[in-house]
């Protein structure tokens, strides 16, 4: 079955930093967009990046220059630096596995991180 086991969360302060990881098992990994999303107590669960299978990023505007996502196709994992880190980002991080090609099926989540920033 389709598995997406993030990892590496936790308390960090203000301006100091994580990486989360997200290991998938299940799909043809190289067939798939990866991306980070968070939800917040109250909140509604929002994008904070993706990567396409040819590396092409893309970043929500409140981690712009702050985060970086990459992928390693030979590991199956996909990584999320978080640095400058603000109270405002703390949530609970999902990992998600997007098809690019329809036939695949659906897109896939993972069971979720926490990160907590002190304030």
């Known amino acids: 079955q389709v598995r997406l086991v993030e990892s590496g969360g936790g308390l960090g302060p203000p301006g100091g930093s994580l990486r989360l990881s997200c290991a998938a098992s299940?799909?043809?990994?190289?067939?798939?967009?990866m991306g980070w999303y968070r939800q917040a107590p109250g909140k509604e669960r929002e994008l904070v990046a993706t990567?396409?299978?040819?590396?092409?990023?893309n970043y929500a505007d409140s981690v712009k220059d702050r985060f970086t996502i990459s992928r390693d196709n030979i590991k199956n994992t996909v990584y999320l630096q978080m640095d400058s880190l603000k109270p405002e980002d703390a949530a609970v991080y999902y990992c998600?596995?997007?098809?690019?090609?329809?036939?695949?099926?659906?897109?896939?989540w993972g069971q979720g991180t926490q990160v907590a920033v002190s304030s």
């Open positions: 990567i396409t299978t040819d590396t092409t990023t």
């Open positions: 299940g799909i043809i990994f190289s067939f798939y967009a």
């Open positions: 998600n596995a997007h098809p690019l090609m329809k036939y695949l099926g659906p897109d896939y």
